[in-house]
């Protein structure tokens, strides 16, 4: 056992009200992970993708094993990772299972090609990337999976999708500039005026 985790010996209890309270607090990106091949595909939404290491490129994601994508990505043993743009708060609903569909039917109203590894990916996309499950750690109600990377294509997008207090709130490189520009430097009257 790692010598770290054995010596802690505090046993105060963290609700998972509380726990669910302070994560909240945290941004995440939104990214659809993309599982399965042929007509055997899923997705679900996610914001627990994480960079692992850039040499060799790999990533790790945390995944609720009782999500349908599950089997999929035990199955196959490999996934997408799709990084949606600002403008698909529908995608992200749709993957998370809102709307009811399952399966194939998710991606009806998406554009969508196969990946080297032949998992499905999203084309409008902001960056998608094609993995390897190179390691599963099953702990508790979720599955942390590597994913070694085997594929990525980056779209000249500029605006992502967030999650943070329970809302999806859109991150605009060009008009986040455009406002600190507004705030650090004082534009220029324009001419005529008062
Ligand atoms: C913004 C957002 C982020 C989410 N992040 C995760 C995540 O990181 N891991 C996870 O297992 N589920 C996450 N979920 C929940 C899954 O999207 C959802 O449970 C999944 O699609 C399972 O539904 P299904 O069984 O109908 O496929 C997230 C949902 C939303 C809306």
Not at 176 to 184: F, P
Request: charged share 20%.
């Amino acid at each position: 056992m790692n010598s770290v985790i054995r010596d802690i010996a505090i046993n105060r209890h963290v609700s998972s009200g509380d726990f669910r309270g302070a994560m909240r607090q945290l941004t995440g990106g939104v990214s659809v992970i993309t599982a399965g091949r042929g007509r055997d595909i899923s997705g679900m939404t996610v914001t627990s993708v994480s960079s692992l290491s850039v040499d060799p490129p790999a990533l790790i994601v945390s995944v609720n094993r009782s999500a349908s994508s599950w089997p999929l990505l035990k199955r196959y043993g490999f996934f997408g990772v799709n990084v949606l743009t600002s403008d698909q708060i529908d995608v992200a609903e749709r993957f998370a299972g809102k709307d009811g569909l399952k399966g194939a039917e998710r991606f009806a109203r998406v554009e969508w090609t196969t990946g080297v590894s032949g998992v499905p990916l999203l084309t409008s996309a902001l960056a998608a990337i094609d993995c390897e499950i190179e390691e599963t750690i099953e702990r508790n109600s979720h599955a942390i999976l590597i994913g070694r990377v085997l594929d990525v294509s980056v779209s000249r997008r500029t605006a992502a999708l967030a999650y943070w207090q329970g809302q999806y709130v859109a991150v605009d490189r060009n008009e986040d500039a455009l406002r600190l520009a507004e705030i650090s430097v004082p534009l220029p009257r324009a001419r005529g005026t008062a």
